[in-house]
Structures are given as structure tokens and as C-alpha cells.
């Protein structure tokens, strides 16, 4: 039973969490039991939006009376979109993964503009997500729920892809709508093999797919005869590539969308440099059925097998070390920052010129590695690695997926995207990271020394919190258990937020004013008196310098001796 306070959160989650704005880019890494370390799976999200504010949702196991409905919101816009039949018992859910180890992320890519929009269809994407959370129980079971509900109820939003993971399997699930006129979706989805990643980022990434392999590839029944009724498809079953019929690649799907999947691969996968050319956004048709020629693969075997930190850092990117890099051009500025404010692209005469998109993104509202593992009990095996705003600056915390309760630092209500909390994680790690962005090149490596740190401790802490909650599981003490991972994962998550305070504080003291306080011993240095002593003030970089000569003529320069 719950009681009364637990039962205006649901509601107050239900009615009002739900219903943001959110993803209008995200990046999604798939990872298999055979490319991982430890023979875990795992799956990354990242919540990509200007109005998403991050905070960890939750939704506690319940039961529910013959008859009950569930109201269904569009998770972008909170929309009330209709109300479907209850399940009896439906299973509790920590952000984006279940009690038993299941977890899905999404990234949007639209596809045809005609198949965006279905009257009278009550399931988007977001909603999809979260009650397919709550009632499946693997990956397989989550895709069949999916699949069910667009077939009864409609599917109202655009092209999306799935990442869905249990502690076995992983699989990547591209849908569209059948726009107006016809109820459901088609869709196609594939398991990826033992030993592989793949990934993908609001791009349709499933080309052709086996017809006749259910263990490894699952699909709507009329997603080609449905494209040869429209007149999209003429070729042979085997020719059919889902994204190239429903989701055309172009120089913008390649360049903003799949070129964070290459560089993501890029930083585990040496066979990348082919694909650059690609990730550039020069997409060649040159095959027999017209459709691209140099796409890169849906997945690729890493150099080497994955720890659940390699993952993180393949959130961590701006094209580093390719010729994207984000801290080669001038646009970087004389501090190398990795960013470019918005709009994606801009015009100079008559001419259109891109802000690159990488991976890791100043408006990204929550991301996650989800981690489930097939050897421990489903609540002590999966653990949301969770952070709040930029991915190369954030701090993945433990939320393992059998907790009761979320830490004050990530709850829903603690602050939102217009009300600040010095309290809410999302606020304190904003803070440090707009800071940063300032005189990024010197400041990010003090970020990096403390995110570094505190996950470390966590990764160490791991397998002892493990030990210990499976030997209160295995002793029938499953209350207790679930109990103390919940004080664990709260008490980290609400203690890192404090340590995130403190080096915002740091920060501030060390950098204010564009100078830098000299240290020692761990300390600011001081003179004997007891003063602050004379910071460094390391000035621009000597090629910025001559862009401020070549720009402004003589207007800044000197006539005669220097003075002070």
C-alpha cells in the first residue's frame, strides 16, 4: 500500500512531470554483453532540449482494480491525448529503467514529413516509453507492448529510435507513423549482435534487415507492402532499407545526426577514419537502387571491451581528434570551447554555414548510461548511471533500479526550468558548467579532477554495495535490501550535489575577473601579511591576438614608448 503523500507524488508525476518539453536532439549508445568488460549491457540517453529541465522521475509498482485507466499526456507539449485500459500490476520505474533491469531511450528523426501527424492517435513516443516500462518485464516484452499499442490505440508522433536493453539482449527499434488515414505504425527492430555497439542520434539507422531470423529481427508485418502502397518502394523484399524508404539520409542527417554516432564510435573503434568523409555531410549515391553508398554500419566491434567509464566517455565528446573538432576553428574562440550557442546554422551573404552538433551539448537536460547485469538479482543488477546537464560536465551518479525512493538533489519539484534551487542538481551543475564555458581550456580540467574522483569512488563502491544488497536479496530480506540501496544511491547523489557546491565555489574564488589565483599545498596562496597574492593573468593566446590586429587595423595600436 502506499500512503497518502506517496499517492499525490504519483499523481503529481504523472499529471505534471510527464508532461515537458523535451528532446529536440539526443544521442543514444548501444552496448552488448560481449562488448563489455564485465558481460554487462548497457544503453545511453541523452535528454537534449532548451526547456528540459533534469531531474530524475519516478514511478513506484502498483496495482490496479479491474476497469482502472491510465490518461495519457504527449510528453513534449502535455497534451492530454486520451486514456488507455490499466494493467492489474504495473512495475516501478527509476527514470528510464525498470525494476527488472529493462531500460529504453529514444532519439527523434522525424522521417517523411506526410507520416508526422495521426488524428485521433493517442500514443507518442514519450508515453510509449514509460508505459511499456511499466508492464515488460525484457527488451523482447517492451518491443511487443510498443508494437501492441500503436496497433489498438494510434501513434502520434514522428519517426523515432529506440534503444531497449535488458541484462541480455539489446536492441535498437526505428518507427513511423502511417500518417493520416490509417491507425498504427510501421517498424522494424534488431537485436544487435553479442560482442557489437551500435548507436544512433535522430537519424533512422535500420537499413535492410533478415526477413526470417525472429531471434535476432522483429518487424511490422506491412512495413514494405505499406511503402509499395505509397509508391516509396519498387525492389525486391531483400533490397527493402527501412530508413532509406521512410527517413532519406541528407548532408543534415549525416552531419548533425549521424556524425555523433562516428564519433562516438571514433573513441572505441579505430576502423572510423573511413566513415569521416561521411560524418561530413557528403553523402554519395552511386548504388543500383539509388540509396547511400558510404553510410557507416549500424554496429561495429570495439578495439577492446568496454568499462561502464568507456561508455560515459563516449558521451564525452566534441569531435576531438577528427575534422570536426570543435576546438580547431576560430569559433572556439581563444579558450578552445567546444560550444556554438544556437541556431544550428547561420547565413553570411548568401551562403548557409553550420554550428556543429556534437555528442556532449550545453542544452541537455538529463543523460544516463543504464548498466544491467544478467548475474545479480534484477533490483541490485541494474543501475541508471544518472547526470543532469552537459554530458562532458556532469557527474554519473548510481541509481540503482530497485530504489524506493529519489535523492532531493534530482526530485521532480525541485526547481524547475524558471525557478532556481540551490538544491537541485540541475541548477548546481549549470552553475559550474556556464562558468566554465567562459575560459573553458583552464577551467575544465578542475571540473574533470572532481567528476573524475567522485566516479571513481563510485565505480570502487560497486561491487561491495553489490555484495551486500544481494546477500540481504538472498536471505529472503528483500525490503531491506531494496532499502539499502535506496539510502546508498540517495546519500551519493545528495552528497556529490554538495561537492558539486563546493567546486562551483572553487571555481569562482580562483577565476573571477578573468585572472587566476596562484595555489599551493592544496591552498590559495597569500602573502606574510595575510593578503591574497597577486594572481597570474595568462592574457589570449598570440594567434588570437593577430585575429584582433588582422580585424580591428590600427585602431588598438600604440603610438609611442608604453606606459601603465
Sequence with gaps: MINKLQRLALLTFLTVALNISVSDACTNFLVTKGASIDGSTMITYAADSHTLYGELYYQPAMDYAAGAMRDIYEWDTGKFLGRIPQVA????????????????????YGGREELSKQSGAIMDYGSLIYVALQRAKTAREAIEVIADLMDKYGYASSGESFSISDANEVWIMEII?????????????????????????????????????????????????????????????????????????????????????????NKVYSGMKQYEEYALGNVKHDGENKFPSNRMPLWVKP???????????????????????MTKDVGAGPFKLPYRWR??????????????????????????????????????????????????????????????????????????????????????????????????????????????????????????VDAAAQNLWNTGKKNEARQFLTEYSVNQANGMTKEWTKLSQYLFVKFIDGNIKKEKDGKFERTDTGMASMPNQPGYPDWWKKVIVDQTGNHLKMVGAPSH
Excluded at 541537455?364 to 546537464?389: E, K, M, N, Y
Design 343 to 464: 541556431p544550428l546554422t547561420f547565413k553570411v551573404d548568401s551562403a548557409n554555414y553550420v554550428n556543429e552538433r556534437a555528442i556532449s551539448t550545453q542544452q541537455t537536460g538529463f543523460s544516463f548510461v543504464a548498466q544491467s547485469r544478467s548475474w545479480l538479482p534484477d533490483p541490485v543488477g541494474g543501475i541508471l548511471w544518472f547526470g543532469v546537464d552537459d554530458a562532458y560536465s556532469t557527474c554519473y551518479t548510481p541509481m540503482y533500479c530497485g530504489i524506493t525512493e529519489i535523492p532531493e538533489c534530482f526530485k521532480v519539484g525541485n526547481g524547475d526550468m524558471l525557478t532556481y534551487s540551490e538544491t537541485a542538481a540541475f541548477w548546481v551543475f549549470n552553475v559550474v558548467s556556464n562558468f566554465t564555458y567562459l575560459r573553458y581550456d583552464t577551467m575544465i580540467p578542475d571540473v574533470q579532477k572532481v567528476q573524475k574522483n567522485l566516479e571513481d569512488k563510485f565505480v570502487a563502491y560497486t561491487p561491495s
Design 177 to 265: 507513423g502511417k500518417g493520416d488515414g490509417e491507425k498504427g505504425a510501421v517498424w522494424a527492430a534488431q537485436r544487435i549482435p553479442d560482442g557489437y555497439i551500435s548507436g544512433h542520434a535522430n537519424q533512422a539507422r535500420i537499413t535492410t534487415f533478415p526477413m526470417n531470423d525472429p531471434a535476432n529481427c522483429l518487424f511490422a508485418k506491412d512495413v514494405i507492402s505499406f511503402a509499395r502502397e505509397k509508391g516509396w518502394f519498387d525492389g525486391k523484399n531483400k533490397d527493402f532499407s527501412f530508413s532509406d524508404v521512410y527517413a532519406p539520409v541528407d548532408f543534415s542527417g549525416a552531419r548533425f545526426s549521424d556524425g555523433r554516432v562516428f564519433a562516438g564510435f
Design 89 to 108: 500490476h504495473t512495475y516501478s520505474v527509476v527514470g528510464n529503467m525498470n525494476e527488472f533491469q529493462v531500460a529504453i531511450g529514444e532519439t527523434t
Design 303 to 325: 578495439d577492446k571491451k568496454l568499462s561502464v567509464q568507456d561508455v560515459m566517455g563516449m558521451m564525452r565528446d566534441h569531435y576531438e581528434g577528427t575534422a570536426l573538432d
